[in-house]
C-alpha cells in the first residue's frame, strides 16, 4: 500500500512527532510512504526531521505547502499590503497545486494522507484525480492559533465532510468542526511512546516540568506568575522550561521572572531531544496552553508517571478528565495544584499516578494508533473497492 502524505513543517513539533510514530510503525504494516513538505532544514529540531526520513529511506518531495488561511492583518501597513498578500496566497496555492498534481501523478499512490487540518491541497488533488483521501485534524484553527480560514469555516466542513475518511485528534475536535455525529470521521488519539519504552521512577526531584514551543498560546505567562506564587512556600522547587520560542517572548517572561522574584529558581533549557529523561523525574507536569488541539506532552506525562496539572480547556481538559491528573482555571487554581502534588509523599504520589500510566498506555501508546490508523485506511480501500 502505498500512501502520499503531506505536511506543512519540518519542525519537530508535537504535530510532527506524530507523525513519524505513526508512519514509521504503519510501515511494519507493509505501508510505503512518500512525504510531499518544505524544504526548511536548519533550526527548531529540523535536521531531525530529515535525518530520519533518510535513515528510513522514505522518499520526500520538496514543496511549499501553504496552510489555507487568510493573510494576517495586524497592522496598518499590513492592512494596506492586503490585496497584494491575498493576490500571492492564491498564486502560491495554484502553484502548489498544480506541483502536487504532478507528484501524485509521478507517484500514483493508492490513497493521500494530510496531516493537518488546515492544508487543504491535499484533498483538492484527491478530489480531481478520484483517490481516496484521510484528513488528520490535529488543530482548531481559529480557537487555539486565531487564524481565520479560507475560505470559511463552513466551506471547510464541507470539504471535511466529502473526504474518504476524516480522523481527529480529540473527540472535542470533532465536535468543533460539526463532525461528532459523521460516518466518516473518528477520534484516533496520537501515538506518544511504544508499550515497551514505559516505565514508572518513583522518586521524583524538587522540579516542575513546563515543556512545549514557548509561545503566547502556551500560557507561560501563567505558569510563571503561579510558581512565584507557589516557590515562596516551596524555595527549593524549581520550574524547568524546555522548547524554542521567539527571543522577543522568551527576554519578555525571563523579566516577567525577575519582577516576580523567582528568576533563581527558573532554569531555561532550550529545545531538548531527551524530554522523557526531564519528564520521569519531575513532580509534575505544569500545562497552560489555553486551546490544545491535542497535548502530546500532556498524554507523555501521563504515560511516564508523571502527574500532569493542565487548564481546563479543550485537549488538555480532555485527557486529564479520561485517565486523571489535575485541572485549573486561575493562577491561583494552578498554584494550589501545586501544592498538592508537592506535598505528596512516595505512596501518595503512586497512588495517583499509576492508575493515570495504566489507562494512558491503552489509549496513547503507538502500537494502538497504529492498529487504528491502519485499520482506517483499510477501510477506505475497501469501500472504494465495493463502489
Known sequence: MKVLYIVNSTVMGGATISFFNMVLGLMK???????????????????LFFDTLEKNGIKYYESEVPLQIWPMVCSYRSFLGFP????????????????????????????????????????????????????????????????KIFPSKKRLISKFKRSSSVVAITKDLLRHFELSENSVAT????????????????????????????????????????????VKRHPDYELVILGFGSDKLMTSLKQLARDLGCSENIRWEGYKENVTDYMKEATALLVGSYSEGFGRMTAEACMLGCIPIGRNTAGTKE???????FCFETNEDLADCMDKVASMDEKTYANVALPIQRKAIDLFSIEANVDQIYDAYRNVLDSKRTV
Open 319 to 325: 485527557i486529564i478528565q479520561t485517565v486523571g491528573g
Open 187 to 230: 477520534c484516533i488519539y496520537n501515538g506518544i511512546l511504544s508499550r515497551k519504552d514505559l516505565s514508572y521512577m518513583p522518586h521524583k526531584k524538587s522540579y516542575f516540568l513546563c515543556a512545549s514551543r514557548i509561545d503566547e498560546s502556551k500560557g507561560h505567562k501563567d505558569v510563571i506568575i503561579a510558581f512565584s506564587s507557589f
Open 29 to 47: 504494516f507493509g505501508v510505503s510512504p512518500v512525504v510531499i513538505g518544505p524544504g526548511e532544514k536548519e533550526g527548531d529540531g529540523r535536521e
Open 84 to 147: 497584494v498578500l491575498l493576490v500571492k496566497f492564491l498564486f502560491n496555492n495554484f502553484l502548489t497545486r498544480r506541483r502536487i498534481n504532478r507528484i501524485v501523478s509521478k507517484e500514483n499512490p493508492d490513497l493521500i494522507h494530510t496531516n493537518v487540518g488546515a492544508l487543504q491541497v491535499g484533498f483538492e488533488v484527491s478530489e480531481r484525480l478520484n483517490i481516496p483521501h484521510i484528513w488528520h485534524i490535529r488543530e482548531y484553527q481559529d480557537e487555539d492559533f486565531k487564524w
